[in-house]
Nanobody, 125 residues
């Protein structure tokens, strides 16, 4: 059975930094492309960042480019999202997602087979 468990979400001040993690089990970690999505109250879920299974190429939404970094540690089956220069509009529930042998169209959530339960990130003073 596949389990994706996010952690690390918390309250942080504007301009601060935070790392959230996603621990995966029950699947072959290296056979999946991975992504972070987020959903703020009253808004649709949106793509944040993705990392390609084959060559670790990364992709970012325009509103996080230069501030967020996605990475993975295969030996630990763990995905990370490092967030810098956080803003109040980054406040959302953050979800990790897995896309089997994904090579295209990383921004569409319908391409992802597995999802975590989410971790809450709140940016506020």
């Amino acid at each position: 059975q596949v389990h994706l468990v996010e952690s690390g979400g918390q309250l942080v001040q504007p301009g601060g930094s935070l790392r959230v993690s996603c621990s995966a089990s029950g699947l072959t970690f290296n056979a999946y492309s991975w992504a972070w999505f987020r959903q703020a109250p009253g808004k649709e879920r949106e793509f944040v960042a993705a990392i390609n299974w084959k060559d670790s190429t990364t992709y970012y939404a325009d509103n996080v480019k230069g501030r967020f970094t996605i990475s993975r540690k295969e030996i630990w089956n763990t995905l990370y999202l490092d967030m810098d220069k956080l803003r109040p509009d980054d406040t959302a529930e953050y979800y990790c997602a897995a896309y089997y042998l994904g090579n295209t169209d990383f921004t569409h959530d319908s391409n992802y087979q597995y999802w975590g339960q989410g971790t809450q990130v709140t940016v506020s003073s």
